[in-house]
């Protein structure tokens, strides 16, 4: 296999030259440096604290003790109702939840507006207004300013942060909370996977993924006794996160937290600027043998990615239009 690898190697830096096919050549070295490891099967996740319906009492104990939530909003009356529907969850998610809205809009007449729409979902949030925005797709990256305070106060267990039109559930931070634990020792995280029904034939499509993935040739960890499989998915995009305080702290004491770095590892893919805070860590201090740290939850014998991991994109518009995104039926997305 190493001299395998060494040709591979070396056909990777020709089909550069050329401009062809270098990042299959790059996943496939990767993907034999994964079959190298000893550690693959060894993963110790229980997956029925997912399955089962669970009280209200033992779902509290289950959730983080205190969540900041940074939401962007680039100000459009319009999409109010949609925002409104994305913080109805909030409450929910936490045994205490902070919630900022990050906006470019400084008008105090709309600003009013907003915040009596948000008031009828939302126990206590805030109104963060960025300024001096160079182009308006900075709006995200200035939520990075209201996190660096958050982390600052030892009381905040979890962070998240996402677009306006994400729908995230308790089913889904449970999910996140169990399965964190079960990856630390690969250096591995967790993540979600964006979802939109069709209205033509109401099924549920994956938005981020463009291509099916081939589960035998995607590097993974598992458990055979417990059919459970955390895979890599080719497109692990993903416009959210949920952090833990040590992955926040690595976020912002590394390099992808700056707007101006480009991701090596993820050149094969568009980096545009907000692209580039999607990504956080994703590709950054990747475990050998893997693609990215980015994992998602995996039925081994029916090759179907678990429900728990599904977040709702409320627009539903990539799989509703003429799109590249939106295309591949979540039952679908591995073979």
């Given at each position: 296999?190493?001299?395998?690898?060494?040709?591979?190697?070396?056909?990777?830096?020709?089909?550069?030259?050329?401009?062809?096919?270098?990042?299959?050549?790059?996943?496939?070295?990767?993907?034999?440096?994964w079959?190298?490891?000893?550690?693959?099967?060894?993963?110790?996740?229980?997956?029925?604290?997912?399955?089962?319906?669970?009280?209200?009492?033992k779902?509290?104990?289950?959730?983080?003790?205190?969540?900041?939530?940074?939401?962007?909003?680039?100000?459009?009356?319009?999409?109010?109702?949609?925002l409104?529907?994305?913080?109805?969850?909030?409450?929910?998610?936490?045994?205490?939840?902070?919630?900022?809205?990050?906006?470019?809009?400084?008008?105090?007449?709309?600003?009013?507006?907003?915040?009596?729409?948000?008031?009828?979902?939302?126990?206590?949030?805030?109104?963060?207004?960025?300024?001096?925005?160079?182009?308006?797709?900075?709006?995200?990256?200035?939520?990075?300013?209201?996190?660096?305070?958050?982390?600052?106060?030892?009381?905040?267990?979890?962070?998240?942060?996402?677009?306006?039109?994400?729908?995230?559930?308790?089913?889904?931070?449970?999910?996140?909370?169990?399965a964190?634990?079960?990856?630390k020792?690969?250096?591995?995280?967790?993540?979600?996977?964006?979802?939109?029904?069709?209205?033509?034939?109401?099924?549920?499509?994956?938005?981020?993924?463009?291509?099916?993935?081939?589960?035998?040739?995607?590097?993974?960890?598992?458990?055979?006794?417990?059919?459970?499989?955390?895979?890599?998915?080719?497109?692990?995009?993903?416009?959210?996160?949920?952090f833990?305080?040590?992955?926040?702290?690595?976020?912002?004491?590394?390099?992808?937290?700056?707007?101006?770095?480009?991701?090596?590892?993820?050149?094969?893919?568009?980096?545009?600027?907000?692209?580039?805070?999607?990504?956080?860590?994703?590709y950054?201090?990747?475990?050998?043998?893997f693609?990215?740290?980015?994992?998602?939850?995996?039925?081994?014998?029916?090759?179907?990615?678990?429900?728990?991991?599904?977040?709702?994109?409320?627009?539903?518009?990539?799989?509703?239009?003429?799109?590249?995104?939106?295309?591949?039926?979540?039952?679908?997305?591995?073979?």
């Amino acid at each position: 296999m190493n001299i395998l690898i060494y040709i591979l190697k070396r056909l990777r830096i020709i089909f550069k030259s050329l401009g062809k096919n270098e990042h299959k050549i790059n996943n496939f070295i990767k993907f034999l440096f994964w079959k190298k490891r000893n550690d693959i099967d060894k993963l110790n996740y229980n997956d029925e604290i997912n399955n089962q319906p669970l009280d209200i009492d033992k779902v509290k104990k289950m959730l983080p003790k205190k969540l900041a939530i940074c939401v962007t909003f680039f100000y459009n009356e319009k999409k109010i109702s949609i925002l409104k529907n994305t913080c109805s969850e909030f409450n929910n998610l936490a045994q205490e939840v902070d919630v900022t809205i990050i906006t470019n809009e400084s008008s105090d007449e709309k600003l009013a507006n907003l915040k009596s729409s948000l008031e009828d979902v939302l126990n206590f949030f805030s109104i963060h207004v960025a300024k001096d925005l160079q182009h308006p797709k900075f709006l995200p990256w200035s939520h990075l300013v209201v996190m660096r305070s958050k982390i600052s106060d030892n009381s905040f267990t979890h962070f998240m942060y996402l677009e306006d039109d994400i729908k995230v559930s308790p089913k889904n931070i449970i999910y996140w909370i169990n399965a964190r634990n079960a990856l630390k020792t690969f250096n591995l995280i967790p993540s979600f996977v964006r979802t939109e029904i069709n209205f033509i034939d109401n099924e549920t499509y994956v938005v981020d993924s463009t291509k099916k993935n081939n589960f035998k040739k995607t590097p993974r960890v598992y458990s055979l006794k417990n059919n459970m499989a955390f895979v890599n998915l080719l497109f692990p995009h993903q416009p959210l996160y949920f952090f833990d305080k040590e992955l926040m702290n690595e976020y912002f004491n590394g390099p992808p937290s700056d707007p101006d770095f480009a991701i090596p590892a993820a050149k094969d893919h568009y980096q545009g600027i907000v692209e580039r805070l999607d990504l956080m860590l994703t590709y950054h201090n990747v475990p050998k043998g893997f693609f990215h740290r980015a994992v998602v939850p995996v039925d081994i014998r029916k090759r179907a990615i678990k429900n728990y991991c599904l977040v709702e994109h409320l627009s539903n518009k990539y799989t509703n239009q003429d799109s590249n995104f939106g295309v591949i039926k979540v039952k679908d997305l591995f073979f």
